[in-house]
């Protein structure tokens, strides 16, 4: 048997990259500043620095990074791989000496390094969006067309897909479902076709269950809406959009690019 820690990704930059980007991005990459799939290439240049994409809907530059616990370190993207490797194998925990001494960083930066992975490992990855007394605005939308040969042969009931071209946008196209709290943070996901449960379970693992939950009327928010303090909706087909502060406004504003931090 071959030793973990002589995987590649422990020990390759490139590797450390493309590791991260296939959990992060199972789906291909994503923008994290305008939730765009399509027209993103990676960067080629010579002096470019490892793992940069162009998002060209938004013409700004983003890694893999973003959003995650490397976000705004310098420190080599195996490291980071290797010192979670090492909190998460070690029962007793592993002291900001032991990762200094193992990782060959600084204390300071082992200390930084072992706080992030600590913080993200409590409780599953990510801290639940909204609260008591906040809003969290979930919404789907579709981008770009999935080629013929890549769309789903069945639906998630075992029934065949409608070759119709005019049939749902969701058997066609690639589904992103975004997550907005008004006047505060934004996450973005690109969920595989034909299973709406993926939505919902965006929706259960991201959004506290104290805070209200503003969607438009879509059946898939339904079941999930019960979990929450308060779910409430505005029917887009009935050409509402806000109706009090119900509104889904600021996610679909989030969709187009527009800035939602001034909400
Ligand atoms: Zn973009």
Redesign the pocket.
């Known amino acids: 048997m071959k030793s973990v820690i002589s995987d590649k990704h422990f020990h390759d930059e490139a590797a450390a990259y493309r590791w991260v980007e296939a959990r992060v991005w199972p789906e291909g990459p994503v923008?994290p500043?305008?939730g765009?799939v399509d027209r993103i290439s990676p960067m080629k240049g010579k002096s470019t620095r490892l793992g940069v994409y162009k998002?060209y809907?938004?013409r700004?530059p983003f890694t893999v990074k973003i959003g995650t616990i490397f976000e705004s370190s310098h420190v080599h993207l195996r490291l980071w791989l290797q010192a979670i490797f090492l909190i998460s194998s070690s029962k007793k925990g592993i002291s900001a000496n032991q990762l200094h001494r193992t990782l060959g960083v600084t204390l300071k930066t082992a200390w930084f390094m072992g706080h992030r992975i600590r913080e993200a490992m409590r409780g599953g990855a990510l801290t639940p969006m909204g609260g008591e007394g906040k809003v969290v605005e979930a919404d789907e939308t579709y981008f770009g067309d999935i080629p013929e040969e890549d769309r789903p042969q069945f639906t998630s009931t075992g029934r065949p897909v409608s070759k119709d071209p005019r049939g749902s946008p969701s058997r066609r196209k690639r589904t992103i479902v975004s997550l907005v709290e008004r006047g505060g943070s934004v996450r973005s996901f690109h969920v595989p076709v034909a299973q709406p449960g993926s939505v919902v379970n965006v929706v259960r693992e991201n959004i506290a269950r104290e805070s209200r939950l503003h969607t438009d009327e879509s059946r898939l928010y339904i079941g999930v809406g019960k979990e929450f303090v308060a779910h409430e909706t505005v029917n887009h087909s009935a050409e509402e959009y806000v109706r009090g502060d119900v509104t889904t406004n600021t996610v679909e504003g989030y969709f187009s690019g527009a800035m939602v931090e001034s909400w």
């Open positions: 923008c500043h305008c765009g998002c809907q938004c700004k």
